[in-house]
């Protein structure tokens, strides 16, 4: 049974699922090689269960439990627990030099599972000691409210580490879809034309971005495609981009955008550096 839960990578989406692991009951590890980091991620955390709290859909006691089973790190040799969740850069060498030093850490038993959002993950697979406890659990920005979490299997995950993982997100109170690994999963392979076309239709001088997202927004979506790409993250949109491109054999369909190219190459990536598409005080 999972008791414990660490997150490696103290980011928005880390800091994120650490919140969500802390009020789903579990006690938890929030690590990040950069002191820095982990108190902006913590600080995000407190500031996000201030919020609840002030709406009422926390009590003051609630608050303060879950800050009280929210621990921060920077040293690896303390990240020890029942499952270990990566969040780090999407780089497979980072990742599976991070699994690697973990699985030497840690019980045969931990299960260790990555948020990639787009890298395979049998491949990350074979390159860890213990693949069979090796998993995928794509969470979705921001952690704390968006509901959907992909559980992915590799050709190599344990039965019994799929089903606690399913366990852990239904305690979380998201709701787990099962797949098996594939380039962008489920989610970000169906998603990618809604990004891709709606930059093509703005090269084209079809559209501007402002009317392409009311447009979007106005027929039914939640958020068009340059507000989201925003809130996700033009780095973390573009990598995923290319990765499915990659993995799909270049098809011109999925090629990705120079447009999305350029922001990344600015560092406009979004609403976490103040600029994207759009500007952000």
Do not use: W
């Amino acid at each position: 049974m999972i008791k414990t839960i660490g997150v490696c990578g103290a980011g928005t989406m880390g800091s994120g699922i650490a919140q969500v692991a802390a009020m789903g009951d579990y006690q938890t590890l929030l690590y990040d090689v950069d002191a820095a980091m982990v108190q902006k991620g913590r600080a995000a955390i407190e500031k996000n269960l201030e919020v609840l709290t002030e709406k009422k859909k926390l009590a003051p006691e609630e608050q303060q439990a879950i800050l009280r089973r929210l621990s921060c790190i920077t040293d690896i040799d303390h990240c020890v627990a029942d499952l270990i969740i990566e969040a780090i850069i999407e780089q497979p060498e980072a990742k599976t030099t991070l699994f690697t030093k973990l699985a030497e850490r840690n019980a045969r038993e931990t299960i260790l599972a990555s948020n990639t959002s787009s890298l395979s993950l049998d491949l990350l697979a074979a390159a860890i000691p213990g693949p069979e406890r090796f998993i995928g659990m794509h969470f979705f920005n921001p952690a704390p409210l968006m509901k959907l979490v992909e559980v992915v299997n590799t050709k190599h995950t344990a039965a019994a580490a799929t089903n606690a993982i399913l366990d852990v997100a239904r305690q979380m109170g998201k709701t787990a879809v099962l797949c098996k690994d594939a380039p962008g999963f489920i989610v970000n392979h169906v998603a990618r034309p809604y990004y891709l076309e709606a930059m093509r239709l703005l090269e084209a001088g079809i559209g501007d971005l402002e009317t392409i997202d009311a447009l979007m927004e106005a027929s039914g979506f939640r958020m068009g495609p340059f507000r989201l790409m925003d809130l996700i993250g033009n780095d973390i949109n573009y990598a995923v981009s290319c990765s499915v491109y990659e993995a799909m054999g270049r098809p011109v369909r999925l090629r990705p955008s120079p447009i999305q190219q350029e922001k990344v190459q600015k560092g406009e990536l979004g609403r976490k550096t103040r600029k994207g598409y759009y500007p952000y005080a």
